[in-house]
């Protein structure tokens, strides 16, 4: 199916499972698509949620990320055989596309904006604190990159920088209370079998190693900036630990995970300040089946420890989790057998946490299998698109070139609040204005940094929680004063009113 206007033809045999009326059109939120929910007024309850359509996708989505203008950002293995793009990267290059996602709408017009220098699948990628996008490694012949990448969306260019210490596949990287970025972890090699120990930090002046900080922490380690402006590794293997990035670095232990061992391609999630939640997951092998268990910890406490919250419905590996606009934690795809990449036992019903009750929701099912290599994000709309899966083909599946949203309960909850204007920045502790409508009955806002998702990980999406006085024509809100809370940036701004429905966000940068 060829789709118009500013789309590239994707010759697959896959089929678009919705009448996609233009790549452009049809997609304000109503007709049959109905992805968005009944934001103008309806009344219709869907308490599981809704899942759109499959939208075809130009290539597996394995690395995911959404930029300070709105756009997708995605890239997949070399040579996707799946686009007509108008030319095929060169060996140590890369597919990489903008997707745009209306709000309410489809994603259409894909542009092909490959990276001329570095093969940067499965690399880890965070933003600057002007809204760049940062990735660190990715693959080449002897397995891991040592190659940096820097992405500008303002005029879509790449710039090569300076290289890392060495070669990191699978690395990750995690924006620092000043902006300047921690690159950590990742192998060198195809087997796996020797990682890059050594973490560095890339600066404004380049590169800075933390040579006393040698430890080997695997591929992807899940990472957060902490309330005390060091590093916390909540996984994959049992001991948490804190990096200190001063100087040349040190490592010091917080708490051990009470799941016994590791949490390989589950997920983890800073769902509040210093607040910490770890799901699903199993053996490195795939040799015993996954967990449904989750635990959480908050590094606020004297002694932090992490405890058990209620499992899931399902275990799951390769899942997963976004924080969504309400704070609340969506939970999509993995598998729930042995083995570590096998859709015959894909979980395709979603589970939202709250972390209020620690309960866990099952919602709606999604129609594609999404196991490795999927990827999935939080919209400015409130929704949440779930992507990719593949590359390689999961046993007893495919390539999933496609994309499917899932529209959460809070949008079929009545009429949503308005932003008419706000701030494109704002200062550390700065009152701001914003202007609504519906300033008497909004309640709460949330503040929640954009994605960037590879490989059951987010590694830039953290939530703040923002307190609302209504004035004149609108609310005034005091934007987020400690960086170790809120590292610099673009974040989503949404405001919720008392049944819980969510504004569009409003993407605001602070400084």
């Keep these: 199916m060829a789709l118009r206007r500013n789309c590239l033809l994707f010759p697959s045999t896959l089929i678009l499972l919705s ?13 049959s698509d109905n992805t968005l929910g009944p934001s103008s007024g309806g009344t219709s309850s869907k308490p599981m949620g809704q899942w759109s359509p499959v939208y075809e996708w130009p290539q597996v989505a394995i690395n995911l990320t959404l930029m300070p203008d709105g756009k997708l950002m995605s890239w997949s293995r070399l040579y996707d055989n799946h686009t007509t793009a108008p030319d095929q990267p060169g060996e140590e290059s890369a597919e990489v596309y903008l997707v ?3 709000n309410g709408g489809i994603p259409t017009n894909f542009s092909y904006i490959p990276n001329p220098t570095t093969k940067i699948f ?19 012949a002897e397995g891991g990159s040592d190659h940096a990448n820097i992405f500008d969306f303002r005029n879509n260019s790449w710039q090569r920088v300076a290289d890392m210490n060495g070669r990191r596949w699978y690395p990750t990287t995690t924006t620092l209370a000043n902006g300047d970025i921690l690159t950590l972890g990742g192998t060198m090699t195809f087997a796996g079998v020797e990682n890059n120990s050594v973490p560095q930090v890339w600066t404004t002046s380049g590169w800075r190693t933390l040579s006393s900080a040698n430890y080997d922490v695997g591929e992807y380690p899940r990472m957060h900036l902490a309330p005390n402006g060091q590093v916390f590794k909540s996984g ?18 917080v708490a051990t995970l009470n799941h016994a061992g590791y949490r390989s391609y589950g997920s983890s999630v800073m769902y509040g300040d210093g607040k910490v939640l770890v799901m699903g997951g199993g053996d490195i092998a795939g040799t015993e089946a996954p967990t449904n268990t989750a635990e959480i910890i908050d590094l606020y406490d004297a002694e932090p420890a992490w405890k058990f919250t209620k499992p899931m419905h399902i275990a799951r590996r390769q899942l997963n989790a976004t924080i969504m606009a309400d704070g609340k934690i969506l939970v999509t795809g993995g598998m729930s057998g042995t083995g570590t990449n096998d859709a015959s036992t894909a979980v395709l019903p979603a589970e939202m946490w709250d972390p209020e009750t620690g309960n866990w929701t099952l919602l709606a099912s999604m129609k594609i299998p999404r196991v490795y290599h999927s990827t999935a994000l939080l919209l400015p709309d409130g929704r949440i698109l779930s992507a990719g899966g593949g590359q390689p083909a999961a046993l007893n599946g495919v390539d999933n070139h496609n994309a499917e949203i899932f529209s959460p309960p809070y949008l079929f909850k009545g009429p949503r609040p308005v932003i008419t204007s706000a701030p494109q920045s704002v200062n550390y502790g700065q009152r701001f204005f914003v202007q609504t409508p519906d300033a008497g009955k909004v309640v709460k806002a949330t503040w929640i940094r954009l994605g960037s998702v590879t490989h059951a990980f987010n590694m830039n999406q953290r ?26 940036g673009h974040y989503m701004l949404f405001l919720l009113n008392d049944k819980g429905v969510p504004s569009i966000a409003r993407i605001i940068q602070i400084t």
């Design 19 to 31: 009448t996609l009326s233009a790549c452009g059109g049809g997609g304000g939120g109503g007709g």
């Design 236 to 253: 994959i293997s049992p001991l948490s630990r804190y990096l200190d990035t001063s100087g040349t670095g040190n490592w010091t232990d």
């Design 463 to 488: 939530i703040n929680h923002l307190a609302v006085t209504p004035a004149t024509g609108g609310l005034n809100i005091v934007a987020p004063s400690d960086s170790n809370l809120t590292p610099p």
């Design 100 to 102: 745009d996602v209306p």
């Design 122 to 140: 499965c690399g880890g990628q965070t933003f600057l604190p002007d809204g760049r996008l940062f990735i660190a490694g990715g693959e080449n």
